[in-house]
């Protein structure tokens, strides 16, 4: 697992619409694991709801 980015506004890429998820493959639960270590890892109290 590692530590990402977190992004914050205004970053324009937070304002694109979500691509839905076909399949929950390898690299998807690698991103799901990294995102729970980095939430974890901040300051804050969660993730937000995608667009």
């Known amino acids: 697992m590692a ?3 977190i992004l914050t ?3 324009k890429s937070l304002m694109q ?3 839905k998820v076909e399949s929950i ?3 998807i639960r690698t991103l ?3 995102m729970g ?4 890892d901040a300051p ?3 993730l937000p709801p995608p667009r």
């Open 17 to 19: 619409p979500s691509v």
């Open 9 to 11: 506004y205004p970053e």
């Open 32 to 34: 799901i694991a990294d």
């Open 44 to 46: 804050g109290v969660g």
């Open 37 to 40: 270590e980095t939430m974890f």
């Open 3 to 5: 530590i990402r980015n």
């Open 25 to 27: 493959d390898e690299e």
